[in-house]
T-cell receptor
Framework: QKEVEQDPGPLSVPEGAIVSLNCTYS??????FMWYRQYSRKGPELLMY????GNKEDGRFTAQVDKSSKYISLFIRDSQPSDSATYLC???????????FGPGTSLSVIP | DAGVTQSPTHLIKTRGQQVTLRCSPI?????VSWYQQVLGQGPQFIFQ???????GRGNFPDRFSARQFPNYSSELNVNALLLGDSALYLC?????????????FGPGTRLTVL
């Protein structure tokens, strides 16, 4: 079993839809959770960074962490074609530790 | 402010050759990490350096080595290249020592081994 699992997609939605992206993990020691967006042939861009369980909102993006279920989510409201990218969930045990990434979910937002 | 920069952008090598990749972190960031991203997969951790000291090493063979310089820039070296080393090599910098230490990535170096 991989440490971090993520549905690879591809996921295709119409413009304006609410998008839900999810990851599960196996190691209960993870405390810091991140979502990165990666456009084709570019480096990952940090979208959200959260500590422990709970919700965090930033504009159209909301990150949720449920440590009891070992499950994290990223919601994108009013999705735009410019949101079309691969979304990587990532996590680490401490703020100094290496970052473990999921395989990424490919998202296409159709105008 | 300039972000993380990496050079070269693209590189083509043949099996058995050696390669050096370079990274300059964001100004004020003292930690650099290296990741390998194979097509269709998430980045895999290779090394972390902080204040010129190795702070972490991933599950990669000894053909992979790195170092960090006094100005906090870093080099990743890969010897005896294999076809399977073809990937996007990403450098990430962070402040480390303060706060949550978010990592910010550079654009990557795309290495092709023929």
């Amino acid at each position: 079993q991989k440490e971090v699992e993520q549905d690879p997609g591809p996921l295709s939605v119409p413009e304006g839809a609410i998008v839900s992206l999810n990851c599960t993990y196996s190691n209960s020691a993870f405390q810091y959770f991140m979502w990165y967006r990666q456009y084709s042939r570019k480096g990952p861009e940090l979208l959200m960074y959260t500590y422990s369980s709970g919700n965090k909102e930033d504009g159209r993006f909301t990150a949720q962490v449920d440590k009891s279920s070992k499950y994290i989510s990223l919601f994108i409201r009013d999705s735009q074609p410019s949101d079309s990218a691969t979304y990587l969930c990532a996590m680490r045990k401490t703020s100094y530790d290496k970052v473990i990434f999921g395989p990424g979910t490919s998202l296409s937002v159709i105008p | 402010d300039a972000g993380v920069t990496q050079s070269p952008t693209h590189l083509i090598k043949t099996r058995g050759q050696q390669v050096t990749l370079r990274c300059s972190p964001i100004s004020g960031h003292k930690s650099v990490s290296w990741y390998q991203q194979v097509l269709g997969q998430g980045p895999q951790f290779i090394f972390q350096y902080y204040e010129k000291e190795e702070r972490g090493r991933g599950n990669f063979p000894d053909r992979f080595s790195a170092r960090q310089f006094p100005n906090y820039s870093s080099e990743l070296n890969v010897n005896a290249l294999l076809l399977g080393d073809s990937a996007l090599y990403l450098c990430a910098s962070s402040v480390l020592g303060q706060g949550q230490n978010e990592q910010f990535f550079g654009p990557g170096t795309r290495l092709t081994v023929l």
